[in-house]
């Protein structure tokens, strides 16, 4: 009889798998955090991810579990860059997509070491003094120089710099004729800044150096 019957409508939906399109690196300063979003094109995609160390001392970084955003605040603990690697998986509608890794370079604090001449840091009236400015601080790009504010203990003392921005760690800081007018010992505390020039302007510590003066 060849008898037909009613047709079956049968419905396949192909979801698309998600890739993550955000940035495969980025550069930070020490102890900032990342603050990396992830993104991708399909809607609704879910980021996890993972992280290791993988150049340097670096701190601060969640190894499993990450969803999201990486707010992550690494730490470089050297003074040289440090790499984080992020390992993020988009998921889509059930959909995994192809790992995606992410390079975060941590930039170094830079750090200042100081020679004081005189060794004793404490000098007559009327006679030189340097500060010797150095760094073993490595930055990702530019240089580390420092500024420095120079503040006396009393008016009397006189014949020093008050302050200077942006020096290289080739120039000292130095007076000739550093001058105390009064009867007592008054001292010159010099605050000086490393920072880097260039690259990230990434910010380091202060130093505090104390410059003795007796009078004559």
Do not use: E, H
Not at 28 to 46: D, E, F, K, L, R
Not at 80 to 106: K, L, Q, W
Not at 130 to 158: C, H, L, M, Q, R
């Amino acid at each position: 009889l060849a008898c037909a019957g009613p047709s079956v409508v049968v419905v396949i939906s192909i979801d698309p798998v998600p890739v993550v399109s955000s940035a495969a690196t980025k550069s930070i300063c020490s102890g900032v955090s990342v603050n990396y979003v992830p993104t991708a094109a399909v809607a609704g995609t879910v980021f996890n991810w993972t992280s290791s160390v993988t150049v340097g001392t670096v701190t601060g970084n969640t190894a499993v579990g990450g969803l999201g955003t990486i707010a992550d605040v690494l730490v470089n603990t050297t003074n040289v860059i440090g790499t984080v690697r992020y390992v993020i998986t988009p998921v889509a509608n059930g959909c995994s997509g192809t790992p995606f890794n992410v390079d975060v370079t941590v930039d170094p604090q830079p750090t200042l070491s100081t020679v004081v001449t005189p060794l004793s840091q404490v000098l007559c009236s009327n006679t030189a003094m340097v500060i010797d400015v150095n760094s073993a601080t490595v930055p990702s790009a530019g240089s580390v120089v420092y500024d420095y504010v120079a503040v006396a203990s009393d008016v009397s003392v006189t014949g020093f710099t008050a302050s200077a921005i942006n020096q290289s760690l080739a120039t000292n800081i130095s007076n000739l004729n550093v001058l105390n007018s009064s009867l007592i010992r008054q001292t010159i505390t010099y605050t000086i800044t490393p920072k880097v020039l260039g690259g990230l302007a990434c910010a380091g510590p202060s130093v505090v150096v104390v410059i003795s003066i007796d009078p004559v």
